[in-house]
């Protein structure tokens, strides 16, 4: 009995043994059949069953039952190998160069190489650590940014260097511009003044011409409207009485019969007044030594400039030039005089700036004397018509030259701005006063619409018109014609006008 019992303890004490190991068992599937597979769950319901069957009586049963109870845990503990199964996921990394698509990359890269078709695994592997793909964006952006600059103004200098083509065509505007150049010097003075005195013609004769514009008869209202015509042109009063009286005698004489007939009259009468003033500037003289010319004139109406451009006058004409620059008041006065000596390669008698300007003049007679000068042309300080102790150093002048040569100065040529309207009157006679005015040069004639003062100085003064400047260059100062005058203010033809 008692062998018996302990048999007996013993059998039901290894089945609670074989109990305890497969309730481990089975609660290690069971976390690992929750945590992978629940396939597993039915496998710890197929346990309590055996439980059930472990009372059986036999001892061999249940050594038996044991054995293949082992196995079939030993099934649940074979899923273990299953873990490679999940192992896989790191497969998933083969899916993850997927989604960088190097693949496009090498798209672009491997133009040289796509030969090596099957390292296709190699391309898709160095290009993810090389990260090529900052590689090919840097160089883009910086070389061939520079490059393109580079490449442009390249074949650009040879699109500017096939501009010395352009030249070809300068010589054919040169032969315009000799051909425009001749059509000028055959046009002549007339189409110098006649585009000079612009101005003065849109101010005179335009107002003219409406004002006879669909008139049938000369009656005293045309008159009026005539006379009032000229006065706005700065014909001057006296010039303009004489004018309108000369008409109405002509017109009681039954010689102008209509508008159109005043209209010619009025031009004729114009070239009348200004034919006695209109006399060039004579060289001939008794005695030796040069030709002296005194410039004056108040300030800023250009007689350095005229001196210079009767100097190039004079040389053409075949003469030798000498330039006095006696006007030693005005900063810069000897420098300019100086340069227009340069420039027409004539020597310049200077002093110092603030020199006596008698005693400068007075060595310029004698050198020209010396040195058999046919013409000297003085400068001097412009100076206002209203003072007096100006005027007086002019006088001064006067008789310093007369010492070396009694005749000189041969012409005291006085410079008038057109601009400055009736006030170029006063400046006259004023002038007159102190020296013998025996020449005027009336310039800025282009830029004024007062250009009819001439007829108010021929009128009042009577002193000879040599030169007028019409505009800028050299050949705009040129002598003085009546009739082409009055014909290009009334925009007539050459040689129309005939009293």
């Known amino acids: 009995m008692f062998g018996f019992l302990k048999r007996k303890k013993k059998q039901d004490s290894q089945p609670q043994d074989e109990r305890k190991r497969d309730e481990v068992g089975l609660g290690d599937a069971k976390d690992e059949s929750a945590e992978r597979e629940p ?22 049963e249940p050594d038996g039952e044991p054995g293949p109870e082992k196995p079939e845990i030993e099934p649940e503990v074979e899923p273990e190998p299953e873990q490679p199964e999940i192992e896989p996921a790191p ?18 890269t491997p133009e040289v190489e796509p030969e090596p078709a099957q390292p296709e695994v190699e391309p898709e592997i160095e290009p993810a650590p090389q990260t090529p793909e900052i590689e090919p964006e840097r160089p883009p952006e910086v070389a061939p940014e520079p490059s393109a600059p580079e490449v442009e103004p ?40 006649k585009s000079g005195l612009g101005k003065t013609r849109a101010n005179l004769t335009d107002g003219l011409a409406d004002l006879f514009l669909g ?26 009485t004489a004018i309108i009286e000369r008409l109405q ?28 003033v209109a006399k060039p500037l004579d060289f001939d003289k008794q005695g030796d030594g040069p030709f002296v010319i005194l410039v004056v004139g108040v300030n800023g109406v250009g007689k350095t400039t005229t001196i210079g451009k009767l100097t190039q006058r004079f040389q053409r004409e075949g003469k030798s030039v000498m330039l006095a620059a006696g006007d030693t008041f005005r900063a810069a006065a000897v420098e300019q005089l100086k340069v227009w000596g340069e420039r027409n390669d004539v020597p310049v008698i200077a002093q110092h700036t603030g020199a006596d300007s008698a005693s400068v003049i007075y060595d310029a007679v004698s050198a020209a004397k010396a040195r058999g000068v046919d013409v000297l042309i003085a400068d001097t300080a412009g100076r206002l018509h209203n003072k007096s102790h100006l005027m007086e150093e002019l006088k001064k002048v006067h008789r310093v030259m007369q010492k070396i040569d009694a005749s000189a100065p041969h012409e005291v040529m006085l410079v008038l701005d057109a601009g400055t309207g009736q006030n170029a009157i006063s400046q006259a006679s004023t002038f007159n006063e102190a020296v013998p005015i025996s020449g005027i040069t009336l310039t800025k004639l282009d830029g004024t619409a007062k250009g009819g003062v001439i007829f108010a100085l021929a009128k009042q003064l009577e002193t000879p018109i040599r030169f007028i400047g019409v505009g800028e260059s050299l050949d705009d100062l040129r002598p003085f014609s009546a009739n082409d005058f009055v014909n290009a203010l009334f925009d007539q033809p050459e040689g129309a006008t005939r009293g």
């Open 39 to 60: 396939a597993l769950s039915p496998v710890v319901t197929e346990a309590p069953v055996e439980e059930q069957a472990e009372p059986a009586p036999r001892p061999s």
């Open 91 to 108: 497969e998933p990394p083969e899916v993850e160069p997927e989604p960088e698509k190097p693949e496009v990359e090498p798209d672009k």
């Open 154 to 193: 390249a074949p650009s200098a040879p699109e500017i260097e096939p501009g010395p083509s352009a030249p070809r065509p300068s010589p054919q505007d040169k032969p315009v511009a000799a051909r425009e150049e001749k059509k000028e010097e055959k046009k002549g003075f007339f189409a110098r003044i």
């Open 215 to 240: 008139k049938k008869q000369i009656d005293d209202e045309l008159l009026e409207d005539l006379e009032t015509q000229l006065l706005m042109a700065d014909v001057g009063i006296e010039a303009t």
């Open 249 to 276: 005698a002509r017109v009681s004489r039954k010689e102008l019969n209509d508008p159109a007939a005043l209209y010619k009259g009025l031009q004729e009468e114009l070239g009348r007044m200004l034919e006695p």
